[in-house]
């Protein structure tokens, strides 16, 4: 099995496309952000409100984390990423733009959303995701002057898996690119 090797700078860049897209989203119509592609699928902004409970998850663990590992002055190596989470992080990535399975999504990670939403509550969900994403880069920026494999993450379904926390950055980050690809396939199927 290859080695998956991951960086801040990397992981940074990434994040910031995925924000800028989210960002663009939000010029989209009403109708085009709370439409159902589908039966018993989602709408972007389910889409985007489901990236925001999931992250949410994560932002007392990624702190406290953050809080215990220790200052360092050299250069952070590319960080290898162990084999369990390797099959975790890659279950997620999307490859060639595309999502390679669905999952059922646990019950607790569930958007939900009133019929009728005010423009209130849409612009709510995106300043939300800013916020949340805009703390995950600020926890990979400041990742880089810390000892990062020390201080392991409990994930959010529990100690079956836990997480380096550059291993936890890559596979928020890949959740929300496999989410990102669902939106345009959403986008496409309302054209």
């Known amino acids: 099995m290859p080695t998956l090797l991951i960086t801040p700078e990397n992981q940074i860049q990434r994040l910031n496309l995925l924000m800028k897209k989210i ?4 010029q989209l119509e009403t109708s085009r952000l709370t439409t159902l592609p589908k039966p018993k699928a989602w709408s972007i902004l389910e889409i985007i409100e489901h990236m925001n409970i999931a992250y949410m998850f994560y932002v007392e663990k990624i702190d406290a984390a953050l809080a215990k590992s220790t200052d360092h002055n050299s250069i952070n190596e590319p960080f290898k990423v162990r084999a369990w989470q390797k ?12 999502r390679k399975w669905k999952m059922k999504t646990l ?3 569930e958007p939900i959303f009133p019929n009728d939403l005010s423009q209130e509550q849409i612009n709510e969900v995106f300043e939300k995701f800013n ?3 805009g703390h995950l880069k600020q926890a990979m920026l400041s990742s880089r002057q810390k000892e990062v494999s020390k201080t392991k993450i409990t994930s959010a379904i529990g100690p079956i898996v836990t997480f380096y926390l550059p291993e936890c950055f890559e596979f928020l980050l890949s959740h929300a690119e496999r989410h990102l690809v669902q939106i345009e396939e959403t986008l496409d199927s309302l054209s």
């Open 131 to 133: 916020s949340l994403y």
């Open 87 to 98: 099959i975790i992080i890659m279950g997620q990535r999307p490859k060639d733009c595309k």
């Open 23 to 26: 960002d663009q989203l939000q």
């Open 107 to 109: 019950r607790k990670f």
